[in-house]
Structures are given as C-alpha cells and as structure tokens.
C-alpha cells in the first residue's frame, strides 16, 4: 500500500491531479467559514468589476453578489454531485452486473436488455427528463446523473464476474454449502470491483460536466450557487462583462482536469502493481 | 454482402425488446410527475374545470396509466407519438422538422473531430514521447476537460461579439431570401461556432485514442519486421502503424453518439438552433410529457440505427467480425 501511493505520487499526472483535486476540496470545505452568509445574497452594487474592491476582489455580479463566494461555495455543489453520482452508479452498476454474470441465463439476458436500454437513451435527456418531473434538488440530480451512469460498471462487473466464477475458490465456497447469493456478493463481487474502480474518474467527470450543464439551462437546484447557474446567469451580460460567465467555467476545467489526471495516476500505479504480480 | 445483412437483421431483432424496454421506462417515468399537459395548457391560456374535462377526455388522459401505455404503443407502432398541446402540432411533425438541423450539426462535428483527431493523433503517435507527441497529447487533456456549453460561450464571445467572423445564433439568415449555394454558405458559416463548440471534446477523445492506440502497435512484431525489411518510416507510420489503430475509433463513433445527442441539447440552447436538443429543453419548459416521451423515444431509434450503421461499417473494415456468427 505504501509502495502503490508512493507510485502514485512519481507520477506527474496523479501529482498534478492531486494537487488540483485538494485546491478544490480546501475550496469547498472552508466556503462556509471564509464566506458564512448566503451566497445568494446581495453584498454590493452590481457589476462591480473584478480587482478593483478590496473586499469584493472577484467583484458582483449583475444582482450584486460577490463572485468569489459563489464560486468557493459553486465547488461544493459540483464536487458533491460528482462523489455521490458515482457512489451511486458503481454500487448499483456492480451488484445489476454481478447478478446478471451469476446468475446467467434469462435473469442476465432480461439485466442485459435493460443495460442496452439506458444506454440507447443519451443520459443527458435521460437526467433532463428526470430532474423535470420529479423537481431540482441535490439529491435528485445526483440520482439523475447516476441513471445513465451505472450502465458502464455494469457491464464492466458482469464481465469480470463471468471470469472470476469458474475459479477454484468459487467453487470450493459452492462444495462447502455456501447460499449462492453470499458466494455472488461476498466472494465474487470483492473481486470483481477493482477493474470497475478504475471507471470511477470517468464517471465523476461527466457527472460534474452534468450536473453543470443543468443548471446552465436553470434546471439545477434553485436555492444553491453552482457554477452552471453562475455561467448562466453572467450569460445575460456576456458582452458587457463577460468576466463573470468565464471565471466559474474555468472552476469547471480545473475540476475535470484534476479528476482525469488523479485518475489516470491511480490505474498507472495500479497497472505497475499488476505487472509485478 | 450476406454476412452484412445476417448482421443488420440479427441487430435489428436484438433492438425490438430494448426499445420496447425504453418506451415502457420512460412511460411511467413521466407518470410520476405531478400534472399533466392539460393543466400546463390551462396554466398558461386559462380555462374552467369543464373544459380540463374535455380536454383530459379527447387527448385520453382520464384513463388509468396501463390502458394509456397500451394506447400509446399501439399508435406507436403506426407511427404515431401523439400530439402535443404545447406546440398544438402532431409530435412526429414537430420532431421531423428539427431533426434535419440536429443531424447537419451531430454529423458536421462527428466529421470534424474524427478527421482532426485521427489526423494529430498520428501526428503525435508517429514518434511517441516527441516534443509534438507531448504538447498533442497536454493540448487535448485540457479540451477533453472543457464543458462543451462554456466553450460555446467563449468561442461566439470572441468570434461572433469581438472578432464579428461568424454570427451569434440561429441556423441561416432570417427572411435572407437566400437560396442554393448561397443558402448552405449561410447555412454553413451559423454552424461553424456549434460544431466547434460540440465537437472540440470528440476530437480530444479520437486523438487521444489513435495516439495510445498508435503507441501499442509500435510494440508489435510486424511493426519490427517492416522495419527489418528498411521501408520508409512514412510508409510504416501510415500503412502499418496508423491504419491497425484506426478501427477501435469507429467502435467508439458509435458508443459517442448517444453522448453527443445529449451535449446537442445544450449547444443548440446556447446558440439558438432550432433543432431536436432544444425541443427537449421547450418540452420541460413546457411541462409537455408526450413531447418529452416522444423526443426520448426518437432518440433511442436514432442512437440504435447509428450503432448498426457503425456495426456495418466494421464489418466491412474488418472481414473476421460476423463471418463466424451466420448460423446463430
């Protein structure tokens, strides 16, 4: 384990990744103690430009409310979202494919079908359509996003489970009596996790490219700053000052970037472990 | 000719129960919202509780939700996806007539990234670890990381407000009267900023891809062995290297399109095209379920007949797939 994270911390994009990755959490997590009133509130005159007060370095925006609060508390609501969605969609993902890889024949045909049926259906109309009948909340989005994610570690899980059940030891927990549904979750399951781990990165990017794209089009939670609605919002005076609609889309880039890089780190030190093995 | 039709056919039998997995899904998806479309109508133009009768009654919509989920199969298998009353139009009209726009602005990007992407990807594959390898290879981490909606922003900020090269929004020219040529030289200079904007993150992906791809057949023998025999570096890099890590990127042009339908959604709302995403986006500003139910639907059959056309296309490329599977 000591050797893996001292990998991991050679490489330069697990480095670089890690870094950014610890900038935006220290953002998310003092947000409330640098900035305790409500981001949404208004601090000031509108439009203040950014580096000209002192106490309002980023400026307001065109309701008057300062940028830098909205975009430290904006860090919460992305990361947030980005974490559970992925809890989510992996533990869902994995237990739909280790049921279907053990069970087989029907159980896994009909699993299957509906994996191929989430996955015709683009996941962005799919969380759109779902955030719209059942009203925007966090909690909603985060199960929006995670509706069209699972499919991906679902059908990672079956195919490390269809491997992994005609071993020795699988059957051995058969010959001693095991119950079938323990052998799939206590034995096979364990095992069949850490490929799909490595979906993770993947899977927490695009639920923050998500979750900002809707509030972007005001489908996201009304009564939290996100960097999406801020984008939004600064798109009403983009030519004027179109400051404010650029400074929360870099929050977005430096977020993406530092999970790819974080993520690419972890299966480069995971794939010297393996060769080793 | 056979082996491509054995496969169409197998896909196609293959998709009925998936698709039918989707309407049903979708169904009681949009049951669970509170209200229907008539209170959304009423909402908006007024009326009493007997006209919200009526209304409820000839669009069907007094009836339990099995008996309108077996309505609503049943004229979907005529062809029929129902009416909306937000746009008061029949919804397959309304879908047919922004489809078009959607389809010239998905394919313009998908040609555009793909070309691009394999082309620097060969760039930076044809000597991995160069200084042009590195630079490709931190380039397009970056734009794979860029949200496509805030790219639209920046890129019509700065090439429609500043530079004043292309216009801000919409498809062509209102009321231009242009026609022909002139028509799609319009037509094409509206789409220059949303393609961009859709597909800068595609051409990431397929450069990235044809790059890692390329960098493992540099590992193989028969790379050594063209080598060994002293062909040109130029020729090895395109005929041997490149053309054997080109085929996994046509896998992936399928598995993108569904993604891309999505992003298609936020682009079109950003740069007003009147297309198929953003009748998504009016559908949940409407409240209009069939709408929305309709949209899905379409977009389902859109993503399964691109992943056969692309199933066809690999099979052309590659004579193994399929070959074996005829009796099955």
Redesign the interface.
Do not use: E, H, K, N
């Given at each position: 384990m000591r050797r893996f994270a001292l990998r991991f911390l050679r490489s330069p994009e697990g480095m670089v990744g890690l870094v950014l990755l610890a900038c935006l959490v220290a953002m998310a997590l003092l947000a409330p103690f640098v900035f305790p009133r409500d981001p949404l509130s208004i601090v000031g005159r509108p439009l203040i430009a950014p580096f000209t007060d002192a106490s309002l370095p980023l400026g307001t925006d065109r309701l008057g409310r300062d940028v830098l609060a909205g975009l430290m508390h904006g860090a919460r609501a992305s990361l947030l979202v980005g974490v559970f969605a992925a809890l989510v969609a992996v533990a869902v993902g994995t237990v739909v494919g280790t049921v279907a890889g053990f069970a087989g024949g029907l159980i896994d045909e009909a699993l299957m079908?509906?994996v191929?049926?989430f996955?015709?259906?683009?996941?962005?109309?799919?969380a759109?359509?779902?955030v719209?009948?059942?009203g925007p909340s966090l909690p909603v989005i985060v199960f929006a996003v995670a509706l069209g994610a699972w499919t991906g570690p679902a059908r990672l899980a079956r195919a490390e489970v269809l491997s992994i059940r005609e071993r020795d030891y699988v059957a051995a927990a058969r010959a001693i009596g095991m119950h079938p549904a323990e052998i799939a979750f206590k034995e096979v399951l364990p095992n069949a996790l850490p490929p799909v781990l490595a979906l993770v990165s993947v899977i927490v990017?695009s639920a923050v490219?998500i979750e900002?794209?809707l509030s972007?089009?005001n489908?996201g939670d009304p009564n939290i700053v996100t960097w999406g609605s801020m984008?939004a919002e600064g798109?009403n005076v983009?030519?004027t000052a179109?400051f404010l609609?650029?400074v929360p889309?870099f929050g977005?880039?430096?977020t993406?970037?530092g999970v790819?890089?974080f993520g690419e780190g972890l299966v480069e030190a995971m794939a010297h472990r393996r060769g080793r093995q | 000719m056979n082996r491509a039709w054995l496969l169409a056919r197998r896909r196609i039998l293959s998709s009925i129960p998936v698709l039918l997995i989707v309407v049903i899904g979708t169904f009681f998806l949009l049951e669970m919202a509170s209200g229907d479309a008539v209170d959304a109508y009423l909402v908006t133009l007024g009326g009493d509780a007997g006209l919200a009768q009526s209304l409820r009654e000839r669009y069907g919509l007094d009836q339990s939700a099995l008996a309108r989920l077996w309505l609503y199969a049943g004229s979907l298998a005529r062809l029929d996806l129902g009416f909306s009353v937000a746009f008061n139009r029949p919804i397959l009209d309304l879908i047919l007539e922004r489809l078009p726009n959607t389809l010239w602005l998905m394919g313009s990007a998908i040609a555009m990234a793909f070309t691009f992407g394999t082309l620097f990807g060969i760039v930076a594959g044809a000597r991995p670890g160069s200084a042009a390898d590195r630079a490709l290879s931190i380039g397009s981490l970056a734009l794979y990381a860029v949200p496509s909606f805030w790219l639209g922003l920046v890129l019509s900020l700065v090439f429609a407000v500043q530079l004043r090269w292309f216009p801000t929004a919409g498809i062509e020219t209102i009321a231009s009267g242009k026609t022909g040529f002139a028509r799609a030289l319009d037509i094409a200079r509206h789409l220059v900023l949303p393609v961009s904007a859709l597909g800068f993150i595609y051409l990431a992906l397929f450069l990235r891809m044809m790059r890692a791809g390329m960098a493992e057949v540099w590992r193989q023998d028969f790379v050594l062995a063209a080598r060994a025999k002293g062909l040109a570096r130029r020729r090895i890099v395109l005929r041997h290297v490149a053309r054997n890590a080109l085929l996994p990127l046509v896998t992936m042009l399928g598995l993108q399109a569904a993604t891309m339908l999505g992003g298609s959604v936020v682009i079109e709302s950003v740069f007003a095209i009147p297309g198929f995403g953003r009748l998504a986006h009016e559908a949940v500003a409407a409240r209009d379920a069939p709408l929305l139910m309709g949209i899905i639907v379409v977009s389902a059959v859109l993503v399964i007949v691109v992943n056969l056309l692309v199933d066809l296309a690999y099979a052309w490329l590659d004579p193994r797939v399929g070959s074996g599977e005829a009796s099955s």
């Open positions: 079908r509906v191929d049926a996955q015709v259906v683009p996941a962005f109309l799919l759109l359509a779902f719209s009948v059942t990017a490219l900002a794209a972007f089009l489908l984008i798109r983009l030519r179109p609609s650029i889309g977005l880039v430096l993406v970037l790819y890089l | -």
